[in-house]
T-cell receptor, first 114, second 114 residues
């Protein structure tokens, strides 16, 4: 079946601009996660959704970052007033129920802020 | 706080030889441990997990991992390496906060030489 998909695959934006990154999870997965991976590092947790609600947003670095999942499926990560330090690969993952199950990752969106 | 350490940046092994990629962890409570692999320009792929039960866990592509509670380790192993196993490997531990948030190590690059 179809895996997790993310769009766009690459995004180049200027400092100060607003960007939206989209994630389509595996159908039927109630849990959705966003991670950020900088070069040479492991993924770092940003936010976790169970259904439509953000159950844990403790990883969002500041209030410029926001994510939504209005219908419990597709999620959008929104970054306002982008900074060069936001450049990274943003990974989305989904899992069946968000308890002990494994997470399935999408290919990521590479964000470059110039 | 939960943490994962992968002490080797890179592991080199000859094709056909056994391989080990090391991981140690620090958690409060019972550890839930995962291994993921990342190929170039692709998302993370789940290999295996330890939740409870047998200390030797078998996963995808012939990989296995040994959970050792006394040494707080979860090393990834394969009896006979393939050139196609060359990739970036990440160990992760589930956060003890009740959700499925994963905390990743920095990754180990495995290079299998013909």
């Amino acid at each position: 079946g179809a895996g997790v998909s993310q769009t766009p695959s690459n995004k180049v934006t200027e400092k100060g601009k607003y960007v939206e990154l989209r994630c389509d999870p595996i159908s039927g997965h109630t849990a959705l996660y966003w991670y950020r991976q900088s070069l040479g590092q492991g993924p770092e947790f940003l936010i976790y959704f169970q259904g439509t609600g953000a159950a844990d947003d403790s990883g969002l670095p500041n209030d410029r970052f926001f994510a939504v999942r209005p219908e419990g499926s597709v999620s959008t990560l929104k970054i306002q007033r982008t900074e060069r330090g936001d450049s990274a690969v943003y990974l989305c993952a989904s899992s069946l129920n968000g308890y002990q199950d494994e997470q399935y990752f999408g290919p990521g969106t590479r964000l470059t802020v110039t | 706080a939960q943490s994962v350490a992968q002490p080797e940046d890179q592991v080199n092994v000859a094709e056909g030889n056994p391989l080990t990629v090391k991981c140690t962890y620090s958690v409060s409570g019972n550890p839930y441990l995962f291994w993921y692999v990342q190929y170039p320009n692709r998302g993370l792929q789940f290999l295996l997990k330890y939740i409870t039960g047998d200390n030797l866990v078998k996963g995808s592509y012939g990989f296995e991992a040994e959970f050792n509670k006394s040494q707080t380790s979860f090393h990834l192993k394969k009896p006979s390496a393939l050139v196609s196993d060359s990739a970036l490997y990440f160990c992760a531990v589930r956060d003890a906060g009740g959700y499925n948030k994963l905390i990743f190590g920095a990754g180990t690059r495995l290079a299998v030489h013909p």
